[in-house]
């Protein structure tokens, strides 16, 4: 009944820049936490940035100072402003939400389908 469609992935060039974006549909009572995750080939998936439903952020280190996390409550959406992008950041990159639904009031824990970057020395 949760629903996450992730946009904004592509081919760039080092030191460019993407937008990613999370749109969270169904049932949903209420959104708690969002964030990016990301998989490259060969690697375990991890944890990139996570955002409260106030707004406070998380980053992991490799991605501090480059990459900016915030939230639309109002659209149910999730942005990543990815920049100065380095070819260590190619990855499939994952949204993910965590909050309650109507109807049963349980929590849910739900992924995007994922979306591919790409970046180019």
């Known amino acids: 009944q949760v629903q996450l469609v992730e946009s904004g992935g592509g081919l760039v060039q080092a030191e460019g820049s993407l937008r990613l974006s999370c749109l969270v549909s169904?049932?949903?009572?209420?959104?708690?936490?969002m964030g990016w995750y990301r998989q490259a080939p060969g690697k375990q998936r991890e944890l990139v940035a996570t955002?409260?439903?106030?707004?406070?952020?998380n980053y992991a280190d490799s991605v501090k100072g480059r990459f900016t996390l915030s939230r639309d409550n109002a659209k149910n959406t999730v942005y990543l402003q990815m920049n100065s992008l380095k070819p260590e950041d190619t990855a499939v990159y994952y949204c993910?939400?965590?909050?309650?639904?109507?109807?049963?009031?349980?929590?849910?824990?739900?992924w995007g389908q994922g979306t591919q970057v790409t970046v180019s020395s």
């Open positions: 955002i409260g439903r106030g707004g406070s952020t």
């Open positions: 169904g049932t949903i009572f209420s959104i708690n936490a």
């Open positions: 993910n939400a965590k909050g309650l639904i109507i109807a049963p009031r349980q929590p849910y824990d739900c």
